[in-house]
């Protein structure tokens, strides 16, 4: 089940950044007093009671302006408006309400999306409630005082996000069709890819970078089995700034990545491989899914014998950090390969599906230590109890051990590989959760 976006949305300098940073539990958004200074949309995964959701940081919205780089933010907000689950609308009580907040109020009621609205910097309750109560005039429900930079009144507001969380019915929870998201840098084929697979034009598909819009859902039936792609949106046509570019495919490969099971990271043949690729692919890899390197346009590349080795070779380079992912050749213009895709997708399925008996486990285990010593520390030497599995999606392992520290990221490592020799698990990630054991027990 994908968790639910949140999005921070408000004009520049009400404080977006730094309540984002107060939710989040680290410092990720750059904040300044100066409008316009948060040109990153970032995101992160937070906890509140039993819920999690992705929290979006947005640029600020100025509803008209003639600024390039503030038009970009609006239209980055947009997106994130439009991605979301709840909105926070956030305001500022030192300023009070200017004609800007209900422009943006305006905007928010059309998305007919559930909208908390807060007032920030209010760091006393008792004498600013009057200016609080301004806010009424928005017409977008009761406005909640927070202060960000003192973290007062957060827990009232996130009591009224997971609030308006909407609800998975059960028919939702027990679809098993997999869900496979198509992500990569605008314009190297993501749509074409679609099309090709629908054998239809139902995507807009066109050479300037980002004209798809909205990311569609598309259900696609293949020998009997059905798919849903999720085609994840480029960008508007007008945002011609390469850097604005990524920034906004960020977003996006965020949204769809939480939704999907599986994810494809279409890469260009022409342009190879780029940083770009690796920080979208990385997104998938820290949510743990399933991931396939679908390398588009292999058609349009001089090639002689050695040319597959080069480029597999520099992927792997690259794409360090996720050794595990599958690699295909396509062309989304040709068809080229597009059965062996479908073929990739299953076996990543089962991957990601796959359990492993602890008995088995455990033979493994021994043998790994056998063959290599677990690291000591003044003469403390690792011990390893056992291990068992306990999830699937990513398969999810705990390990029980004499002293957490010990157990380096290396040798999590090394016991990792040890697990892939004997049972592939190809084109998924493992995950490895170290729990502590007193002797005694």
Do not use: C
Not at 87 to 102: A, K
Not at 268 to 290: L, N, P, S, V, Y
Not at 358 to 369: D, F, M, Q, R, W
Not at 396 to 401: K, S
């Amino acid at each position: 089940m994908s968790k639910p976006i949140v999005a921070i949305v408000g004009r520049p300098n009400v404080g977006k950044s730094t309540l984002f940073n107060a939710l989040a539990g680290e410092n990720i958004s750059i904040v300044k007093d100066t409008p316009g200074v948060t040109r990153d949309r970032i995101y992160a995964d937070v906890e509140w009671l039993n819920y999690g959701f992705t929290l979006i940081d947005t640029g600020g919205i100025e509803p008209d302006t003639s600024d390039v780089i503030l038009a970009q933010m609006r239209d980055q907000a947009q997106i994130a408006i439009d991605t979301a689950d709840v909105i926070i609308f956030i305001t500022d009580v030192r300023q009070g309400l200017v004609d800007s907040d209900s422009k943006v109020a305006d905007m928010l009621r059309r998305s007919n999306k559930p909208v908390v609205l807060v007032v920030n910097k209010v760091d006393n309750f008792d004498t600013q409630m009057l200016d609080v109560y301004d806010f009424y005039n928005l017409g977008i429900g009761e406005p909640i005082p927070i202060s960000a930079s003192s973290k007062l009144g957060l827990g009232d507001m996130l009591d009224e996000v997971v609030k308006d969380f909407p609800v998975r019915d059960e028919e939702e929870e027990k679809d098993d069709t997999p869900h496979i998201a198509i992500v990569g840098k605008p314009n190297v084929g993501k749509s074409s890819l679609v099309n090709k697979l629908l054998g239809e034009d139902r995507v807009i598909v066109s050479d300037i970078a980002g004209t798809t819009r909205d990311a569609i859902d598309t259900k696609i039936h293949w020998n009997g089995q059905e798919y849903i792609f999720i085609d994840t949106a480029g960008l508007r046509r007008k945002n011609k700034v390469k850097e604005e570019l990524e920034r906004y495919s960020v977003i996006r490969t965020v949204t769809a990545v939480e939704r999907a099971d599986i994810v494809i990271v279409l890469i260009d043949a022409e342009e190879g491989i780029t940083e770009q690729d690796a920080k979208i692919a990385g997104i998938a890899h820290e949510r743990g899914k399933g991931i396939i390197v679908a390398v588009n346009k292999w058609d349009a590349v001089e090639k002689n014998d050695k040319t597959i080795y080069k480029y597999t070779n520099k992927i792997r380079e690259v794409l360090a950090f996720m050794p595990y992912a599958e690699i295909l050749f396509i062309s989304a213009k040709t068809g080229l390969r597009i059965p062996r895709l479908f073929e990739a997708i299953d076996m990543v399925i089962e991957n990601q599906t796959l359990r492993i008996q602890t008995g088995v486990l455990n033979e493994i285990l021994t043998e790994a230590v056998a063959m290599q010593q677990p690291p000591s520390d003044k003469g403390k030497r690792l011990k390893i109890y056992y291990m068992t599995q306990v999830s699937v999606k990513p398969p999810t392992f705990v390990i029980f051990v004499n002293s957490k520290e010990l157990m380096h990221f290396s040798y999590t490592r090394y016991l990792e590989n040890k697990i892939r020799d004997a049972f592939g698990f190809r084109g998924t990630s493992l995950k490895f959760i170290v729990r502590e054991r007193k002797e005694k027990e």
